[in-house]
């Protein structure tokens, strides 16, 4: 398997990564409490259970952000970017974490 770019969206990894990467650094110094207060204003809507928090923090988290065709989502060791073949976990804050699993 080569490492190398096979399309625009592959040079985008980077600036995409680093974009969501600001955004969690952003949260991770808030409370629980604060970071649901943030998810409700970026979802415009206050999530009911847990796949709906996770929806809305997904959506709040790159609200915003160009993605150029890489998709968002949570993975079991934190948060997913994949596109085709490639993927990359960034690691999600405690806080946010708690306020996912709550």
Known sequence: MSTRPHDLADLYLAPVALDVDHHLEELSGLSVEEV???????ADR???????????????????????????????????LAHDAYALVLGIPANVVSYLDA
């Open 36 to 42: 649901r207060y943030r998810v409700i204003l970026g």
């Open 46 to 80: 206050e999530p009911r259970n847990a796949r709906e928090r996770e929806e809305a923090w997904l959506e709040t988290l790159t609200r915003g952000l160009d993605l150029h065709g890489w998709q968002v989502s949570r993975h079991p060791r934190g948060l997913l």
